[in-house]
């Protein structure tokens, strides 16, 4: 039997087939598909083009898929229909996701998830459970994606008019948006739906001018590590005590950033939870979902 998983994001949609080995066949890549983020059309269309890639890759044919898992299924059922899946998608929490990256079969811990937004989820022993973060680009979602692209563009805004020493962030925002000038930056991004997945996407290239050397996304990248690490060692201090042993799941683009950003995380975490390991999650996000459904208990 044939297991498809799909893992959606603010950004990007992956899908991933595996075999009853749990062997990879084929794999597929499309944009963001959380309609938190974009319409429920797009969401349907990323949900169809990255399955027909994996589908394609594997050489298989969706019939012969006999189960499949998702994360942000809002748009699964149309897209199983349109792409002639017969089965239903089971969902699959991020959380497990992240375990299961990191090479966690328990769930059991602390799952960091950064990608576009930021959340954190605690799982101690005798059923306790706490979750902290989540709550979007206007409210919350501090240290994800979208805080810390958001950052670096309001960093070199500041930085044009004088207000700040000069970063190399500038060049930057003005190469990823396409802009000649950062008199286009603001034009670019109004209107009345915040671009939460193109302005994530800037996170990467604030993490690399970091990497360069750029003391303002050195700066940036910095704060963002001590954000999230605050934030685990609140989840933390809800499910576990001081000197409790019990694993970090860090998962997420986010950690692309290194050590810039995860040696910060783990300074604010450390001393509190002297414990605690960190793992960062390497598997793809695609294949864990797959791996979970396969393995899943269907009544």
Known sequence: MYTLGIDGGGSKTEAVIIDDNECVLGKGLAGGCNMNFVARGAAVAAFVDAIRQALEDAGLQATEIGRAGCTFG????????EVGLTVAPLGIGECQVAFERAGFT??????????????????????????????GALLGDEGGGYDIGLRGIRRALLSRDGRLPPTALTEAVCDYLEVPNLGHVVTKLSGTRIQQPLIAGFAARVAE???????????????????????????????????????????????????LLIEPLEAVVAPRFPNAKFVIARMSPGEAVARLARRARVV
């Open 74 to 81: 809002g748009a699964a059922s149309d897209a199983f229909a």
């Open 106 to 135: 328990r769930t059991y811990g602390i799952a960091m998830v950064a990608g576009t937004g930021s959340s954190c989820f605690g799982f101690g022993e005798d059923g306790r459970r706490f979750h902290s973060g989540g709550l």
């Open 209 to 259: 001018a970091a990497s360069a050397g750029d003391e303002a996304a050195t700066e940036i990248i910095t704060e963002a590590g001590k954000t999230l690490g605050e934030l685990i060692a609140f989840v933390a201090s809800r499910v576990f005590e001081r000197d409790d042993e019990f694993p970090i799941a860090l998962a997420g683009g986010v950690f692309k950033a290194g050590d």
